[in-house]
C-alpha cells in the first residue's frame, strides 16, 4: 500500500514538473514583431515599403508621421486591410473588428538611428479579439497569413529580414484572457478586450449610417492642439468592416508624445545618445480606436478603457511607469469620450432619419 502510494505521488510530482516545463516552454507573441532591418535611410525605406504596398493586395488607408517632443528619431505609422483576412472574417461579431485593423511601422532605432520595419502583430491580436469564437483556427491561420503578406512586402525593401517579437510578449493563453498584467490588472479592472469597449452613445440599428455620420463629423470638426493638450484630435482614417462596423482611427500629438516618452523613460535596450527613444517601435500601437457598431439590437459607438489598451501595448515601460503616469490613460478617455460626446450636438446629413 505504501509503495503504491509512493509511486502515486512520484507520478504527480513527474505530472506537475512537466506541466510546468510545458508552460514555460510555450511559446510567445508579441504584440509587435520586427521584420526588417533596413539597409538605407528613413526616406528611402519608407518610399521603397510605399511602392511595395501600391503593388500589394493590401490596402493602404492612412499614414501618419508620430509627433513628439525632441523629435530625434523619425517614425510613421502605415494602417492597413487585408481583403483576404477580412473575408475570412465576415459572419464574426462586427465588436471584433480591431483585429482586422493592421499596422506597420517605420522607425529610426539604436545606434546610427538605424531605420527598423515592424507590424503589429497579427496573430496576437486574432488571439485577443477572436478568442471564443467557434471559428477562432481559422481565424488564426488567416491572421498568420496576413502577417505573412506584410512580411513579404517587406521584404521587397533593401535591408536585411527577420522575425523578432517585441515586447509586450505573452503567450497564447494569457493574450486570451488579457485583462491586464500583474497587479496592473486592478487599473483596467479586471475586464477583457470586450468589457473594455466602453460605450459612448447607443441608438437603433436603423441609426447606424446616421451616427457613423455623426461620429465622422464631429472627429473632423475636433483640432489636434499640440503635445502639452490632450483635448483635440485628428481623424486619420475611417474604415468599414463588412457592412455593421466602422473603424475611426484617431490620434493627436499629446497621446503620441506620451505615449513614446514615457514608454523609452525605463528602458535601456536600443536607448543611445543620438537615438534617446526607442520608445519610437511602438508606433503600430498608434492610431487609438472609435468602433460604430451594429449588432442588430442596436448600435453602438464605444472606445477602449485606455488602461486596458495602454497595457496591451506598452507594458514593458514598466509598472513603475504606470504608477508614475496612471492618471494619463484616464485623461485621454476623458478626452475622446468628450470629443465623442459631441455628436449629439452635431447635425445628421440632410435625408437622415431621426
Not at 490596402?59 to 528619431?73: E, I, P
Not at 510613421?76 to 485593423?101: C, F, H, K, L, N
Request: net charge positive; proline share 4%.
Amino acid at each position: 500500500m505504501k509503495l503504491k502510494m509512493h509511486r502515486a505521488l512520484i507520478s504527480l510530482a513527474l505530472t506537475f514538473v512537466l506541466g510546468l516545463s510545458n508552460a514555460m516552454a510555450a511559446e510567445k507573441y508579441g504584440i509587435f514583431e520586427r521584420i526588417l532591418e533596413a539597409s538605407g535611410s528613413f526616406e528611402e525605406t519608407t518610399a521603397a515599403l510605399e511602392k511595395a504596398l501600391a503593388e500589394s493586395k493590401l490596402t493602404l488607408h492612412a499614414k501618419r508621421d508620430l509627433t513628439y517632443t525632441d523629435k530625434v528619431q523619425q517614425a510613421r505609422v502605415y494602417v492597413v486591410t487585408s481583403p483576404a483576412y477580412m473575408e475570412a472574417a465576415q459572419g464574426e461579431s462586427p465588436d471584433t473588428i480591431s483585429a482586422q485593423i493592421l499596422r506597420i511601422g517605420v522607425y529610426e532605432y539604436g545606434e546610427g538611428k538605424k531605420v527598423h520595419i515592424n507590424m503589429g502583430n497579427p496573430t496576437a491580436h486574432a488571439m485577443v479579439f477572436y478568442t471564443g469564437s467557434k471559428n477562432y483556427a481559422k481565424l488564426l491561420a488567416a491572421a498568420k497569413t496576413a502577417g505573412q503578406e506584410i512580411r513579404d512586402i517587406a521584404a521587397k525593401v533593401p535591408g536585411n529580414q527577420v522575425a523578432v517579437q517585441l515586447e509586450p510578449v505573452r503567450t497564447e493563453m494569457s493574450l486570451n484572457k488579457f485583462n491586464g498584467d500583474g497587479l496592473a490588472k486592478l487599473m483596467a479592472k479586471f475586464r477583457n478586450w470586450k468589457e473594455s469597449q466602453n460605450m459612448v452613445l447607443q441608438g437603433k440599428p436603423k441609426n447606424f449610417a446616421d451616427t457613423v455620420a455623426r461620429v465622422e463629423n464631429a472627429l473632423r470638426a475636433s483640432q489636434d492642439k499640440g503635445v502639452e493638450d490632450s483635448s483635440g484630435w485628428r481623424l486619420i482614417s475611417k474604415i468599414p468592416v463588412g457592412t455593421n462596423a466602422v473603424y475611426f482611427g484617431i490620434t493627436n500629438d499629446y497621446t503620441e508624445n506620451k505615449c513614446i516618452r514615457i514608454n523609452s523613460e525605463f528602458r535601456s535596450e536600443g536607448k543611445t545618445k543620438d537615438a534617446p527613444y526607442p520608445g519610437v517601435d511602438h508606433s503600430p500601437a498608434i492610431p487609438l480606436e472609435v468602433l460604430v457598431i451594429n449588432d442588430g439590437k442596436q448600435t453602438r459607438v464605444v472606445q477602449y478603457g485606455e488602461m486596458w489598451r495602454m497595457q496591451l501595448y506598452f507594458w514593458d515601460s514598466g509598472y513603475r511607469a504606470f504608477a508614475k503616469n496612471t492618471l494619463i490613460p484616464g485623461i485621454i478617455f476623458s478626452s475622446i469620450d468628450q470629443t465623442l460626446s459631441a455628436t449629439a450636438s452635431v447635425a445628421p446629413p440632410p435625408g437622415a432619419t431621426q
